[in-house]
């Protein structure tokens, strides 16, 4: 539970900024978080990128967080994803932790990658740290 709220700080943190990323390495699941046009009054806006159809299990966890399956036709074919919108941003934050756990086939607790966005060209954080 205390890493869960210092993962969420740091979340927080990162949005200040305006949008960020949650990152599970291992998985390379990204769920971003943002504002649309960068406008702090809008909802914060929760997106997960999917290259298929989430399994059955991932639906019947999401679904209830308030996550919808859209999808957006590309050159490519569809583009699926899991997205919401949710006002407060410790909320958003807790929604954005919870989607990458779930997508990722991780546990609650599992420690996760916060970004400043999907393109950021840091190092990703040393194991243990």
């Not at 305006?18 to 998985?27: I, P, R």
């Not at 991780?106 to 990658?113: E, M």
Request: glycine share 8%; aromatic share 6%.
């Amino acid at each position: 539970m205390a890493d869960e709220l210092l993962q969420a700080d740091e979340v927080v943190a990162q949005l200040s900024g305006g949008e960020c990323a949650v990152v599970h390495e291992a998985t390379g699941t990204e769920v971003w978080i943002f504002h649309e046009a960068g406008n702090g009054s809008e909802p914060y806006h929760i997106k997960a990128p999917l290259p298929d159809v989430p399994k059955r299990a991932v639906l019947v966890q999401a679904l209830p967080l308030g996550f919808a399956l859209t999808s957006d036709d590309s050159s490519l074919g569809p583009v699926f994803q899991l997205q919401r919108r949710c006002f407060g941003v410790r909320a958003a934050a807790h929604k954005a932790l919870g989607l990458a756990r779930i997508l990722a086939g991780a546990p609650s607790d599992a420690r996760l990658w916060i970004t400043t966005t999907e393109y950021d060209n840091r190092e990703p954080p040393t194991p243990g740290t």
